[in-house]
């Protein structure tokens, strides 16, 4: 289940709209329903809350105002290599003419 400060892509229509980032989830008073505030990453940047079921959280699909809606949670950020491997990836390469001088271009 996607959490606080989480990354969530948001569909709508089954196309994606926009990227979020899920700032609170506080429960609701009836039961399996939560206040999702969701900071919407575009420009300029926006908050929302939306009323919805955890299910809804968990990616299952919704409709609002009559559009099919899913959140689908989204992992950013990706793991660096380390540094034995980034070096066992790379290989010396002594043919220069793949190389393209910026700076020995004529203008």
């Known amino acids: 289940m ?3 400060n989480d990354v969530v892509l948001i569909y709508i229509e089954n196309s994606p709209v926009f990227f979020a ?3 609170d989830i506080s429960a609701d008073h009836k039961r ?6 969701l900071l919407i990453l575009k ?3 926006e908050s929302i809350v939306w009323l ?4 809804y959280i968990n990616g299952d699909e919704f409709t ?3 559009k099919k809606v899913r959140i689908e ?4 950020f990706v793991k660096p290599l380390k540094k034995k491997e980034l ?3 790379m290989k010396p390469n002594n043919d220069s003419s793949n190389v393209i001088s910026l700076f020995d271009k004529k203008r």
């Open 64 to 66: 609002m105002n009559g």
């Open 52 to 55: 919805i079921k955890d299910q």
């Open 87 to 89: 070096k066992k990836n």
């Open 32 to 37: 399996d329903w939560y206040h999702v505030t």
């Open 43 to 45: 420009i300029p940047m």
């Open 21 to 23: 980032r899920i700032e």
């Open 73 to 76: 949670k989204v992992n950013p």
């Open 2 to 4: 996607p959490q606080e």
